[in-house]
C-alpha cells in the first residue's frame, strides 16, 4: 500500500523551529509534486508550502513566507519542511500529500496521496 508519513511535530516556544519530515513508503517520490497542508482545531485546512518534484520550484503561504523553507532530497525520498520563528498560530496538524506531476497542483483537492498528519504545537 502506498503510504506518506510525517513526522518531526512536537511542542516547541514561540519563536523556536522545527523540522517536518515526509518520507514516501512503497513508491518512489521523485516524479511527485509534494504539498505541505495544515488544520488547526476547528479550522478548515490551509496550503502551507508546496516544491515541484524536481525541488527547483516552490512557494509559500503568505502567513509562512520568510519563515518556512520547502526542500526535498529524492535519494531519500523525503520532502522536509524547516519551520522557523515558530508562532502560536502555528498550532495545527501538519499533513504532506504527493500529486504524478512535476509542477505543483493549483488546488489541494488535486493531490493524489496524503498522509496522516503530525502535530505541532507552539506554546510558552
Known amino acids: 500500500q502506498l503510504q506518506l508519513v510525517e513526522s518531526g511535530g512536537g511542542l516547541v516556544q514561540p519563536g523556536g523551529s522545527l523540522r517536518l519530515s515526509c518520507v514516501a513508503s512503497r513508491f518512489t517520490l521523485q516524479y511527485y509534486a509534494v504539498g505541505w497542508f495544515r488544520q488547526a482545531p476547528g479550522k478548515g485546512r490551509e496550503g502551507v508550502s508546496c516544491?515541484?518534484?524536481?525541488?527547483?520550484?516552490?512557494n509559500y503561504a503568505d502567513s509562512v513566507k520568510g519563515r518556512f523553507t520547502i526542500s526535498r532530497n529524492n535519494a531519500k525520498n523525503t520532502v522536509y519542511l524547516q519551520m522557523n520563528s515558530l508562532k502560536p498560530e502555528d498550532t495545527a496538524i501538519y499533513y504532506c500529500?504527493?500529486?504524478?506531476?512535476?509542477?505543483?497542483?493549483?488546488?489541494?483537492?488535486?493531490?493524489?496521496?496524503w498522509g496522516q498528519g503530525t502535530q505541532v504545537t507552539v506554546s510558552s
Open positions: 516544491i515541484s518534484s524536481g525541488g527547483s520550484s516552490t
Open positions: 500529500a504527493a500529486r504524478a506531476l512535476t509542477l505543483c497542483p493549483r488546488e489541494s483537492g488535486s493531490y493524489d496521496l
